[in-house]
């Protein structure tokens, strides 16, 4: 992948990055009413067996380590360029599963 194609690739990222935030945000939200009411007795979002490093309640604490992942993945040389693609992979798993998930609890 050359230069300007990683830079498209992570400018799109960036873009798709700050429109999650307002989903996440907004299911936060949601999701702190249902623990005033007593409800959303869990402890994470999504299990040990997720493609996440972190085990929190909110959406927002997930799409902070899609962020980071997104800022490692632009310091990370052109070279090797395999390495790059791999970064890439996990982190579009990881929006994924957001997405997902967001989706998911848009339904209830």
């Given at each position: 992948?050359?230069?300007?194609?990683?830079?498209?690739?992570?400018?799109?990222?960036?873009?798709?990055?700050?429109?999650?935030?307002?989903?996440?945000?907004?299911?936060?939200?949601?999701?702190?009413?249902?623990?005033?009411?007593?409800?959303?007795?869990?402890?994470?979002?999504?299990?040990?067996?997720?493609?996440?490093?972190?085990q929190a309640k909110t959406f927002?604490?997930?799409?902070?380590?899609?962020?980071?992942?997104?800022?490692?993945?632009?310091?990370?040389?052109?070279?090797?360029?395999?390495?790059?693609?791999?970064?890439?992979?996990?982190?579009?798993?990881?929006?994924?599963?957001?997405?997902?998930?967001?989706?998911?609890?848009?339904?209830?």
């Amino acid at each position: 992948m050359t230069t300007t194609n990683q830079e498209q690739v992570i400018a799109r990222l960036q873009e798709e990055l700050k429109a999650l935030y307002r989903k996440c945000v907004d299911a936060d939200q949601k999701l702190s009413q249902f623990r005033t009411q007593g409800m959303a007795k869990f402890t994470a979002l999504f299990g040990t067996d997720s493609p996440f490093d972190v085990q929190a309640k909110t959406f927002s604490d997930y799409l902070a380590e899609a962020a980071a992942d997104l800022d490692a993945l632009t310091k990370l040389p052109e070279q090797p360029a395999q390495q790059w693609q791999d970064h890439l992979n996990q982190l579009l798993i990881k929006l994924q599963a957001i997405h997902q998930l967001l989706a998911r609890f848009k339904t209830i």
